[in-house]
Nanobody, 127 residues
């Protein structure tokens, strides 16, 4: 079992930056895919970014490419999402997710491929 806890969300203005953190605990894993998804009220859960735990591969939604950066700290078992140049449309609850064992390059953006989810952290961007 893996437990994920997100933090770092808040209320900011357009153009500001935030860094989200996702602390993982429980069973230690090394070969795992981790990702960030977001969901706004009345909308489907949307892929944001993902990373292989080795850090060798990263993936981004087109809507955040160039603005967001996903990274991980193995020593701290923590996943990060650095969000720059935030836009109003980035407003959503952000969730981190993890999958143990391997992941196809075609699966990183698919929510159903992930086994563990955090409770989410709210990000609100005002104009």
């Amino acid at each position: 079992q893996v437990q994920l806890v997100e933090s770092g969300g808040g209320l900011v203005q357009a153009g500001d930056s935030l860094r989200l953190s996702c602390a993982a605990s429980g069973r230690t894993f090394s070969s795992v895919a981790m990702g960030w998804f977001r969901q706004a009220p009345g909308k489907e859960r949307e892929f944001v970014a993902a990373i292989s735990w080795s850090g060798s591969q990263t993936f981004y939604a087109d809507s955040v490419k160039g603005r967001f950066t996903i990274s991980g700290d193995h020593a701290k078992n923590t996943l990060y999402l650095q969000m720059n140049s935030l836009k109003v449309e980035d407003t959503a609850v952000y969730y981190c997710a993890a999958r143990q064992r391997g992941m196809s390059i075609f699966g990183y953006a698919v929510a159903a491929r992930y086994d563990y989810w955090g409770q989410g952290t709210q990000v609100t961007v005002s104009s």
